[in-house]
């Protein structure tokens, strides 16, 4: 166990590879109740939603999601989020457990311009369960009666698991499909079991915090803390796709429509080892013997079996295939740019 | 669990002596505390070692570690068997040895910890 967020989480149980290779060929449980949950309600919810987020909020329809980021004026990250649409005038919004008081008070003190959005923070009141891979249909459809068939990707559905009052999304943290569960904490322990057990046949396994990390770098989806902070712009981090470019205004516009316009100065990039090195979060990244930039995540990863990981560069160099080092540990290691994601699920 | 034949350092290393040269390798305790190893660097055949020296290191999926050399002495071979198959520091951490050295201070050897004083150690 270590400490994460201030909870005790577990960083394995049977391993990181074993439990990343079951994700990719089963599924895997994650106890993902670190996450906090902050919600806005009210008649002004979707316009203060509109302008604390960059992504277009009132594209949503009731039970459906989208992944976003809270922004500064700056166009930075005050975290990244998933925004999920429970009533017209509702939201949850899904946030990084070491975040959770910076990003209530941070959204406390944009919405006071707002006559009727109170945002409460409701971390307490959710357990989430994560469970990930190509038999997590199968076996949560074990344990309810909603028809998880009908439940799109990145859309939600209520109901009971293990007879327990549920909110079953279908997100993920994996590039897997797969469920993220809400379960009030009192029976996450229940459905925690009732699922290990419906899975036992399917190989269904505990997975930890190491083989989440390794899972979700292989997805190319990004970490908040390494891949983008408050220093680094949505566009930056390659994530223009969770701009709502249509919408009048929100914080961080103005920044970004400038940068959208004239081009970011630097950009997040895959990278994948040529010499036999890891490059780990903050090594240097080298192109024709000058430091140009820093690697934000790195691994051996389990399935791809090669080193991967992701890197800011200058958007001048950013094109797949060029050739640059990594400083592993005083020693210049070679690597180059790659396409992200590195790894993409087959579809069925 | 810990061989009566090895000695240990507080580092976690062992070093097993056979007539004029000496094993090196990880703990038990070290491999599960690094988890599944994917990599292990070697240092160069023919490297002076002194006693406490990096002579290489080993990343696990999670964390990056140093190896220190538990005598001095010349690097006589490395375990070139860990480049594809670094697992075995896992599976058979008291078999798969790092690098072979020709140790130069056999005093170097009394100052190690014998089994059970390592386990004691690793409680």
Same mark, same amino acid.
Do not use: C
């Given at each position: 166990m270590v400490p994460f967020g201030g909870w005790d989480m577990p960083v394995e149980y049977s391993g990181i590879t074993a439990e990343h290779l079951a994700v990719r060929s089963r599924a895997g449980l994650f106890d993902v109740s670190h996450m906090g949950e902050i919600e806005?309600?009210?008649?002004?919810?979707?316009?203060?939603? =509109?302008?604390?987020?960059?992504?277009?909020?009132?594209?949503?329809?009731?039970?459906?999601?989208?992944?976003?980021a809270l922004t500064t004026p700056a166009g930075t990250f005050v975290d990244d989020l998933l925004v999920y649409r429970l009533a017209d005038d509702h939201f949850l919004l899904v946030v990084n457990a070491s975040n959770i008081e910076k990003d209530y008070e941070w959204i406390r003190s944009q919405l006071r311009d707002f006559d009727d959005a109170p945002a409460v923070n409701t971390s307490s009141r959710y357990a989430l369960l994560a469970l990930q891979g190509p038999a997590a249909l199968g076996v949560l459809q074990s344990l309810t009666a909603v028809p998880l068939e009908e439940i799109k990707y990145y859309w939600f559905a209520t109901g009971e698991v293990d007879g327990v009052r549920v909110t079953i999304s279908r997100t993920g943290y994996t590039g897997?499909?797969?469920? #993220?569960?809400?379960?009030?904490?009192?029976?996450?322990?229940?459905?925690?079991?009732?699922i290990l057990r419906a899975g036992a046949e399917a190989g269904v396994v505990p997975a930890g915090l190491g083989a989440r990390d390794t899972l979700r770098l292989e997805a190319s989806m990004r970490l908040f803390g390494n891949d %983008?902070? #408050?220093?680094?712009?949505?566009? #930056?981090?390659?994530?223009?796709?969770?701009?709502?470019?249509?919408?009048?205004?929100?914080?961080?516009?103005?920044?970004?429509?400038? =940068?959208?316009?004239?081009?970011?100065?630097?950009?997040l990039v895959g990278i994948e080892m040529v010499d036999r090195a890891i490059a780990r979060h903050g090594y240097p990244v080298v192109i024709d013997g000058h430091t140009v930039g820093t690697v934000t995540s790195g691994t051996q990863t389990p399935f791809l079996k090669k080193a991967i990981? %992701?890197?800011?560069?200058?958007?001048?160099?950013?094109?797949?295939?060029?050739?640059?080092?990594?400083?592993?540990?005083?020693?210049?290691?070679?690597?180059?740019?790659?396409? %992200?994601p590195f790894y993409k699920r087959p579809r069925s | 669990m810990y061989p009566a034949d090895l000695k240990y350092t507080k580092d976690h290393e062992w070093i097993r002596v056979t007539a004029d040269t000496a094993d090196v390798g990880i703990t038990d305790y070290a491999q599960q505390q690094l988890g599944d190893v994917v990599f292990v660097e070697l240092p160069q055949v023919g490297r002076i070692l002194a006693q406490g020296d990096v002579f290489g290191t080993i990343e696990s999926v999670k964390a990056v570690s140093e190896l220190f050399a538990p005598v001095a002495g010349e690097v006589v071979a490395v375990n070139d068997a860990l480049t594809s198959a670094p697992e075995q520091v896992n599976s058979d951490p008291h078999g798969a040895w790092i690098i072979r050295v020709r140790p130069s201070h056999a005093a170097d050897l009394d100052g190690l910890l014998d089994a059970a004083a390592y386990q004691q150690q690793i409680g």
């Open positions: 806005i309600a009210g008649s002004d919810a979707l316009a203060a939603v =509109q302008q604390i987020s960059s992504n277009d909020a009132s594209r949503l329809a009731i039970g459906q999601t989208q992944y976003s897997e499909d797969g469920f #993220e569960v809400f379960v009030p904490p009192g029976q996450a322990a229940q459905v925690w079991k009732a %983008m902070d #408050e220093t680094t712009t949505v566009l #930056e981090a390659g994530l223009g796709w969770i701009v709502g470019w249509k919408k009048d205004t929100f914080n961080g516009a103005e920044v970004l429509r400038a =940068q959208k316009a004239s081009g970011v100065g630097r950009t990981g %992701m890197a800011y560069v200058p958007a001048a160099a950013a094109e797949p295939g060029r050739q640059i080092h990594v400083e592993v540990r005083g020693r210049l290691a070679a690597a180059r740019i790659v396409a %992200m | -």
